[in-house]
C-alpha cells in the first residue's frame, strides 16, 4: 500500500489538531461545573492522577487519555514545565529566555539540559498564572515576580522588560518530605559525633544555655534542610516562632508560629519585611526565634536579640567560611556593631560538592565558634572540619569556648559533659541503624529530655527489631 500524500498527511494533522481542540473545550465545559477540579493547581503525581479520574469520569470515557493530559498541563498546572514538576528528582526547574531550553537541576545527576522547548508567548502565559495564584502584579510597569506555588515552591520571574533575551523563569521545587538528622548522617552530610554536639548546645542541657547558631554556606548548599533537620533537637515545651521570605521550615513542634514576609502586590502597595517581622516577633515572647536567611539590616535586630537574653536562635546566611559571614554581618546592609558579635555562638559552614563518583554531596564542612578579638579582627575556634583526604568530618577541638560556659553555668565538669555528648552519640547512631523516620527520631530526642532511660529502653527495641529485618 503507498503512504499518504503530503496533502493526505497535513489534512490528517489538522483533523488530528481539531479534534484535539474539540476534547479540549468539552473538558473545560464540564470542568467548570465541578469547583474541585476547576480550581486546583496539580503539581503532584498524586494529584494529576486524582484529577484524571475524575476528568474521566466526567466526560465519561469520551475523549482520549491524551486530550485529559494535556488538559491538566495547560489549563490547571503549568504547560510544558508540568512533568518536571512532577519529578521529584529534581530540585530547579529554570527557563532563561525565548526559544530557549527548560534547565533543571536534577539530584543525582546536577544540572541537565532537556531537549524542551519554550517560546515567549508560553512563559508569559505561565507567569501570569502563578502571579494570579500568589495574589501579585507582573507587567511591563511591573516586571518582576517573587512568588511561590500551591505546595510551596518558590518562583521567580522576569519579563522582557528587564531580561532582553525574554522572560525567565526560575522554580526551587519545595521538597514534599524534609530530610531528618538521620538521612543526614546516612548521605554523609554529618556524623553520629558532629549530630550529638550539636544535639547537645542546641538545647542547651535543660536550656541553661542553647547556642545561638548561624548555618553558613553557598546557594542551594543544603542550609534549610540542615536547619529543618536540626529543629528537632529543640524541646517541645518551646514556644517557637519562624520567619521567612518563603515558606520551607516544617517543625514537629505543636507550639509554632510560622511567620511570612509579604510582597507589594504592586508599586505603590504595601510590603511586609524580616526586619519587621522579626520586630514583632520580640513582642511575642518566643523562646526561639528562627530566621530562615540573614541578608539585610533585620540581621541588627536579630543580634540586638541575642545580646538582650533571647539564646538559642537559629538562622543561615549565604557566605562561603566563617571570616566571610562575619564580616558580611559587619558590613552594609546587615550593620551588626563588633561589640554584638560576640553573642553568636556557633557558626556551621556546609558546602556542595561532587564526589568521586562524580554525584552532588552537601557536607558540613567546618563547624566553629566564635572565641574573641584580637587586633580588631575577630578569632574562631575549628570545633570540626571535614578532611577531604580521609572524606570524614573529623574532631579538632570540641572543649572550646561553648563547653566550658555550658559547664560554668549548669556546674557540671567538662568530662561530665563530654560524655553527655558520648550518650547522645549512642543514641544517635542508635536512630540512624533503625532508620527511624522524622517522627520517631522527635519522640526519642522529646523522650530522652523527661526521662533518658525510657528513651535508651525504646530506642533499643526500635533498633532490635530493624537488625531482625
Do not use: C
Request: aromatic share 4%; net charge negative.
Amino acid at each position: 500500500m503507498e503512504g499518504l500524500s503530503a496533502g493526505e498527511a497535513g489534512s490528517k494533522e489538522d483533523l488530528s489538531a481539531l479534534q484535539i481542540r474539540y476534547d479540549l473545550e468539552k473538558i473545560d465545559r464540564l470542568a467548570k461545573l465541578d469547583k474541585s477540579i476547576s480550581n486546583t493547581f496539580v503539581l503532584s503525581r498524586e494529584e494529576h492522577e486524582k484529577v484524571k479520574k475524575a476528568l474521566k469520569a466526567l466526560v465519561k470515557n469520551t475523549v482520549s487519555d491524551e486530550s485529559i493530559d494535556l488538559y491538566i498541563n495547560e489549563r490547571l498546572a503549568l504547560g510544558k514545565l508540568t512533568p518536571f514538576l512532577l519529578n521529584e528528582e529534581l530540585e530547579e526547574i529554570m527557563y532563561i529566555g525565548r526559544g530557549a531550553p527548560i534547565y533543571v537541576f536534577d539530584r543525582k545527576k546536577g544540572m541537565v539540559k532537556t531537549p524542551v522547548v519554550l517560546e515567549e508567548e508560553e512563559a508569559v502565559e505561565i507567569i501570569k498564572r502563578i502571579a494570579r495564584y500568589s495574589g501579585r502584579v507582573v507587567n511591563s510597569e511591573y516586571p518582576l515576580l517573587d512568588g511561590r506555588l500551591p505546595d510551596g515552591s518558590r518562583v521567580n520571574a522576569t519579563l522582557a522588560d528587564v531580561t532582553p533575551r525574554g522572560p525567565t523563569i526560575t522554580i526551587r521545587k519545595f521538597q514534599t518530605r524534609s530530610l531528618t538528622i538521620v538521612e543526614l548522617i546516612k548521605l554523609g552530610t554529618l556524623t553520629s559525633s558532629l549530630a550529638a554536639f550539636l544535639w547537645l548546645v542546641i538545647e542547651g542541657i535543660g536550656g541553661i544555655k542553647p547556642a545561638n547558631t548561624l548555618i553558613i554556606g553557598g546557594t542551594a548548599s543544603g542550609k534549610t534542610t540542615t536547619l529543618n533537620a536540626l529543629s528537632v533537637f529543640i524541646p517541645r515545651r518551646e514556644r517557637i516562632v519562624t520567619i521567612e521570605d518563603t515558606l520551607e521550615l516544617r517543625l514537629m513542634h505543636e507550639h509554632w508560629i510560622p511567620m511570612e514576609t509579604k510582597l507589594p502586590q504592586h508599586e505603590s502597595g504595601s510590603e511586609v519585611t524580616m526586619d519587621e517581622l522579626l520586630k514583632n516577633s520580640l513582642r511575642m515572647r518566643p523562646d526561639r526565634i528562627i530566621v530562615g536567611e540573614v541578608r539585610g539590616k533585620e540581621a541588627l535586630t536579630l543580634f540586638t536579640a541575642m545580646n538582650t537574653g533571647h539564646e538559642g536562635t537559629l538562622a543561615t546566611i549565604h557566605a562561603n567560611s566563617g571570616r566571610e559571614a562575619l564580616s558580611r554581618l559587619q558590613s552594609h546592609p546587615m550593620n551588626v556593631p563588633d561589640i554584638m558579635i560576640p553573642a553568636l555562638d556557633l557558626m556551621v559552614a556546609q558546602n556542595r560538592q561532587i564526589n568521586e563518583e562524580g554525584k552532588l554531596v552537601r557536607r558540613v564542612t567546618e563547624v566553629m565558634e566564635v572565641s574573641g578579638k584580637e587586633a580588631d579582627v575577630f578569632q574562631t575556634n575549628t570545633l570540626f572540619k571535614y578532611d577531604p583526604k580521609t572524606k570524614t568530618i573529623e574532631e579538632k577541638v570540641l572543649n572550646g569556648r561553648i563547653i566550658h560556659e555550658l559547664s560554668r553555668l549548669t556546674g557540671r565538669k567538662i568530662n561530665e559533659i563530654d560524655e553527655e555528648i558520648e550518650r547522645r552519640k549512642t543514641i544517635v547512631e542508635a536512630m540512624v541503624e533503625a532508620e527511624l523516620p522524622l517522627g520517631g527520631i522527635y519522640n526519642i530526642v522529646q523522650t530522652y529530655y523527661e526521662d533518658p532511660d525510657k528513651a535508651v529502653d525504646t530506642l533499643h527495641t526500635l533498633a532490635t527489631k530493624a537488625k531482625s529485618k
